[in-house]
């Protein structure tokens, strides 16, 4: 585990917080000048990061999530916050007729996205449906109960749900404008003054040079969530597999574009537009449009 | 997901109830409204010894129109002055020679290359480009460029296409350009190889046989870019160039010698006239120059840190063959800095036809040129750059680079005294510039 340290450094009107969490660079930029105040701000929103990891992280065998998917078919009472996320997760199921699913986790027994060319047979993949399928949960809150060997996995909510965490706590407690950055999802905690920008970039995953090649957004209010990693992906036949799968095949969704960036109010909202436009493969844009949301497709 | 019906308020409703707010802030998110993209840089290169200076402004502007169309403009003007070497050997004596125009001469001091410090030019660039995609992993582009010098003129045109492969994580590249140039020589043209005749009086004659002469050149690449993992690039490039017509220096002599001794043949203008006090002919060049080039650069990223290194290996018809090995490295410093040293080694063999000097013999060869940029040549360059990210996103830079060169006459090519005795016209350079980067 990297050490939980959160290194400032002066920017040219702002000081730039950078921390590790969620498995990624995270980073918090606060429009002031002094840095007793900057570091204040960034040590609470990277405790708040760090806090929400613990908590929801399916590689910890000491948090709610471990209960959960140990429990071998026995019910589960969880907390209020566990309680929202599985909320909203159940609702995010029925508006997505079933695509977007935090039970399709042990599907990742059969499929390994490093770049490889192994792609599971159907058999393999069958072998797990059944332990896939939120409607075979029985969630009334407080309490969870999955048939035995079924998992949740909240990963796929769970750092857009920390961003949004970490700039509300900022907001609450700070006149200050900051941008919180966890891992390329982001969120604005205060508008800043004089209406300038906060300017954000986005890796160009479609240009062979990365380095230079980058989309330039300004992000006034509200949040930014991107979905898509051009480098994780399994290759079959000379076709190029996403990582994202859809829970009710158990197959990789075909035809989907390599990075969706969405802006919307919050980072949550952002980041599952961004899914189910993923999981709409070829017709993402045409979601996304119909959806009448700021979007930044690359395929 | 297979309903068409907007989901956009029901999703909004959900994450209001996680996060537990009533009414979230609008997002207000946009692409920078600046669609220019502008890069301005003042240039000053000085040779040693007084020699070439060339002051150069230049600024280029891209403006995007989105879905990566983008036009790019690029204008440059140089002021080039100073004094360039004509070809001439040192001797152990002063040397007259004729100057370019023909209306007049100018004298070398004893023991010195001679240079001739009628040099002076002002140049004017214009280049505009368009590129976009094209079908899904294809982009073309292409472009127009002039120049315009005062006894040179340039009109070239470019196509390129790109080609995505294996997720886009390689790029085949294609590319032709043609440029048709027109040379108008100072002084008119002379005929290869004829001797440096006396100045001339009046304004309305022209010491050559006047004119202009043509010069065309087909240039084409292919390249290959591969992605290598999540921080490698590697680029190939072969490229092809074929030129043809006018490809003499049309200033260019070379001092003629006795075949045994090796010493310039002396010459006595007419009485009253001004002109030259020992045998030059102007040089003769083929007419046809056929380059090839490979070409490989691999950039590494660690962390922030960017190493660029590259090779390229040419050669051509007219036996100049020659290895450039270049690196850079990018190093960041502080969030809005970064510093990047830069070396470089460029080696050439002489050209067939180079000769340090011309021995009066009969019959001539058909080719001659004593130009030191076709002599066997070591050059190399070190440099640093220096650049600072403004709040406002804009750019400053500043680069200084310095250049050495030196040049070798084959050792067969030397007669009678000239062994041991050869001065070739080395020099040094440094190379200034400032930049700035902004958006409009």
Same mark, same amino acid.
């Given at each position: 585990?990297?050490?939980?340290?959160?290194?400032?450094?002066?920017?040219?009107?702002?000081?730039?917080? $950078?921390?590790?969490?969620?498995?990624?660079?995270?980073?918090?930029?606060?429009?002031?000048?002094?840095?007793?105040?900057?570091?204040?701000?960034?040590?609470?929103?990277?405790?708040?990061?760090?806090?929400?990891?613990?908590?929801?992280? $399916?590689?910890?065998?000491?948090?709610?999530?471990?209960?959960?998917?140990?429990?071998?078919?026995?019910?589960?009472?969880?907390?209020?916050?566990?309680?929202?996320?599985?909320?909203?997760?159940?609702?995010?199921? $029925?508006?997505?007729?079933?695509?977007?699913?935090?039970?399709?986790?042990?599907?990742?027994?059969?499929?390994?996205?490093?770049?490889?060319?192994?792609?599971?047979?159907?058999?393999?993949?069958?072998?797990?449906?059944?332990?896939?399928?939120?409607?075979?949960?029985?969630?009334?809150?407080?309490?969870?109960?999955?048939?035995?060997?079924?998992?949740?996995?909240?990963?796929?909510?769970?750092?857009?749900?920390?961003?949004?965490?970490?700039?509300?706590?900022?907001?609450?407690?700070?006149?200050?404008? #900051?941008?919180?950055?966890?891992?390329?999802?982001?969120?604005?905690?205060?508008?800043?003054?004089?209406?300038?920008?906060?300017?954000?970039?986005?890796?160009?995953?479609?240009?062979?040079?990365?380095?230079?090649?980058?989309?330039?957004?300004?992000?006034?209010?509200?949040?930014?969530?991107?979905?898509?990693?051009?480098?994780?992906?399994?290759?079959?036949?000379?076709?190029?597999?996403?990582?994202?799968?859809?829970?009710?095949?158990?197959?990789?969704?075909?035809? &989907?574009?390599?990075?969706?960036?969405? #802006?919307?109010?919050?980072?949550?909202?952002?980041?599952?537009?961004?899914?189910? &436009?993923?999981?709409?493969?070829?017709?993402?844009?045409?979601?996304?449009?119909?959806?009448?949301?700021?979007?930044?497709?690359?395929? | 997901?297979?309903?068409?019906?907007?989901?956009?308020?029901?999703?909004?409703?959900?994450?209001?109830?996680?996060?537990?707010?009533?009414?979230?802030?609008?997002?207000?998110?946009?692409?920078?409204?600046?669609?220019?993209? !502008?890069?301005?840089?003042?240039?000053?290169?000085?040779?040693?010894?007084?020699?070439?200076?060339?002051?150069?402004?230049?600024?280029?502007?891209?403006?995007?129109?989105?879905?990566?169309?983008?036009?790019?403009?690029?204008?440059?003007?140089?002021?080039?002055?100073?004094?360039?070497?004509?070809?001439?050997?040192?001797?152990?004596?002063?040397?007259?020679?004729?100057?370019?125009?023909?209306?007049?001469?100018?004298?070398?001091?004893?023991?010195?290359?001679?240079?001739?410090?009628?040099?002076?030019?002002?140049?004017?660039?214009?280049?505009?480009?368009?590129?976009?995609?094209?079908?899904?992993?294809?982009?073309?582009?292409?472009?127009?460029?002039?120049?315009?010098?005062?006894?040179?003129?340039?009109?070239?045109?470019?196509?390129?296409?790109?080609?995505?492969?294996?997720?886009?994580?390689?790029?085949?590249?294609?590319?032709?350009?043609?440029?048709?140039?027109?040379?108008?020589?100072?002084?008119?043209?002379?005929?290869?190889?004829?001797?440096?005749?006396?100045?001339?009086?009046?304004?309305?004659?022209?010491?050559?046989?006047?004119?202009?002469?043509?010069?065309?050149?087909?240039?084409?690449?292919?390249?290959?870019?591969?992605?290598?993992?999540?921080?490698? !690039?590697?680029?190939?490039?072969?490229?092809?160039?074929?030129?043809?017509?006018?490809?003499?220096?049309?200033?260019?002599?070379?001092?003629?010698?006795?075949?045994?001794?090796?010493?310039?043949?002396?010459?006595?203008?007419?009485?009253?006239?001004?002109?030259?006090?020992?045998?030059?002919?102007?040089?003769?060049?083929?007419?046809?120059?056929?380059?090839?080039?490979?070409?490989?650069?691999?950039?590494?990223?660690?962390?922030?840190?960017?190493?660029?290194?590259?090779?390229?290996?040419?050669?051509?018809?007219?036996?100049?063959?020659?290895?450039?090995?270049?690196?850079?490295?990018?190093?960041?410093?502080?969030?809005?800095?970064?510093?990047?040293?830069? !070396?470089?080694?460029?080696?050439?063999?002489?050209?067939?036809?180079?000769?340090?000097?011309?021995?009066?013999?009969?019959?001539?060869?058909?080719?001659?040129?004593?130009?030191?940029?076709?002599?066997?040549?070591?050059?190399?360059?070190?440099?640093?750059?220096?650049?600072?990210?403004?709040?406002?996103?804009?750019?400053?830079?500043?680069?200084?680079?310095?250049?050495?060169?030196?040049?070798?006459?084959?050792?067969?090519?030397?007669?009678?005294?000239?062994?041991?005795?050869?001065?070739?016209?080395?020099?040094?350079? !440094?190379?200034?510039?400032?930049?700035?980067?902004?958006?409009?």
């Amino acid at each position: 585990m990297t050490a939980r340290q959160v290194e400032l450094t002066r920017g040219d009107d702002l000081w730039i917080a $950078r921390f590790h969490a969620m498995g990624g660079p995270c980073e918090v930029l606060v429009d002031t000048d002094q840095e007793p105040l900057a570091r204040m701000l960034a040590v609470r929103a990277a405790e708040c990061a760090w806090r929400i990891e613990h908590k929801f992280s $399916r590689y910890r065998t000491d948090n709610i999530v471990a209960r959960i998917n140990c429990a071998r078919g026995a019910t589960v009472q969880v907390d209020e916050e566990t309680a929202g996320l599985l909320d909203f997760a159940d609702r995010m199921h $029925r508006l997505s007729d079933g695509a977007f699913d935090i039970t399709s986790g042990v599907l990742r027994r059969a499929w390994n996205f490093d770049g490889g060319t192994r792609v599971p047979t159907a058999a393999e993949v069958a072998r797990l449906l059944p332990l896939v399928g939120w409607q075979k949960a029985q969630w009334v809150r407080p309490v969870l109960k999955l048939l035995p060997d079924m998992q949740i996995d909240l990963g796929g909510i769970g750092k857009e749900y920390a961003v949004d965490q970490a700039a509300q706590v900022l907001a609450r407690i700070s006149e200050l404008p #900051a941008l919180v950055n966890f891992g390329g999802d982001l969120a604005v905690s205060r508008p800043r003054a004089r209406d300038r920008p906060w300017r954000i970039g986005v890796e160009d995953v479609t240009q062979a040079d990365r380095q230079r090649a980058v989309k330039l957004i300004d992000l006034h209010s509200g949040a930014i969530a991107t979905s898509g990693d051009s480098h994780r992906f399994v290759t079959a036949d000379g076709e190029r597999l996403p990582h994202i799968l859809d829970p009710r095949s158990g197959f990789p969704v075909r035809g &989907a574009p390599r990075s969706i960036t969405v #802006a919307a109010p919050n980072c949550t909202n952002a980041g599952m537009l961004t899914t189910l &436009a993923m999981l709409r493969g070829p017709g993402a844009e045409a979601f996304l449009e119909a959806e009448g949301v700021r979007h930044w497709i690359q395929r | 997901m297979e309903r068409d019906q907007r989901i956009g308020a029901a999703l909004a409703a959900a994450t209001c109830s996680l996060l537990g707010i009533s009414s979230p802030a609008p997002s207000i998110a946009a692409e920078p409204d600046s669609k220019w993209d !502008v890069d301005s840089a003042f240039l000053f290169y000085g040779e040693s010894d007084s020699r070439v200076q060339d002051l150069s402004l230049a600024a280029s502007a891209v403006r995007d129109f989105g879905d990566e169309h983008r036009l790019a403009l690029e204008g440059t003007i140089d002021s080039l002055t100073g004094a360039s070497p004509n070809g001439a050997m040192a001797t152990a004596g002063a040397q007259t020679f004729t100057s370019p125009s023909a209306r007049g001469a100018y004298s070398t001091l004893p023991g010195q290359v001679p240079l001739d410090s009628t040099f002076h030019d002002m140049r004017t660039a214009l280049n505009a480009s368009w590129s976009q995609p094209f079908a899904r992993l294809y982009s073309v582009s292409a472009g127009l460029g002039f120049s315009n010098e005062f006894d040179y003129t340039h009109i070239g045109g470019n196509l390129a296409m790109t080609r995505d492969f294996n997720e886009r994580n390689t790029t085949l590249s294609i590319a032709a350009a043609y440029a048709n140039d027109s040379v108008k020589p100072v002084g008119g043209l002379h005929t290869p190889l004829s001797l440096m005749a006396d100045s001339v009086n009046r304004d309305d004659e022209e010491g050559g046989t006047g004119g202009s002469k043509k010069k065309n050149v087909l240039d084409l690449l292919f390249g290959v870019t591969q992605v290598l993992g999540r921080h490698g !690039v590697l680029r190939v490039n072969y490229s092809y160039s074929d030129e043809t017509g006018y490809l003499t220096d049309p200033y260019k002599i070379l001092s003629v010698v006795d075949p045994v001794t090796g010493d310039l043949v002396s010459r006595t203008p007419p009485p009253g006239a001004e002109g030259p006090l020992g045998l030059y002919r102007y040089e003769s060049r083929p007419d046809t120059r056929r380059k090839q080039a490979l070409y490989a650069e691999l950039r590494q990223d660690f962390s922030g840190k960017v190493l660029q290194l590259a090779y390229r290996y040419a050669k051509d018809d007219w036996q100049v063959d020659s290895q450039t090995l270049e690196a850079r490295l990018h190093l960041p410093w502080g969030e809005s800095n970064y510093f990047e040293p830069h !070396v470089r080694y460029y080696k050439q063999t002489a050209a067939s036809f180079y000769r340090y000097s011309l021995a009066d013999t009969i019959p001539l060869p058909e080719f001659a040129s004593a130009d030191a940029r076709l002599a066997a040549l070591d050059t190399y360059t070190v440099g640093l750059k220096f650049a600072h990210t403004m709040a406002d996103g804009s750019e400053w830079s500043a680069r200084l680079e310095l250049y050495d060169q030196k040049a070798k006459a084959p050792v067969q090519n030397l007669i009678g005294n000239q062994v041991g005795n050869t001065k070739m016209p080395d020099f040094n350079a !440094v190379i200034l510039q400032f930049g700035y980067h902004f958006k409009l």
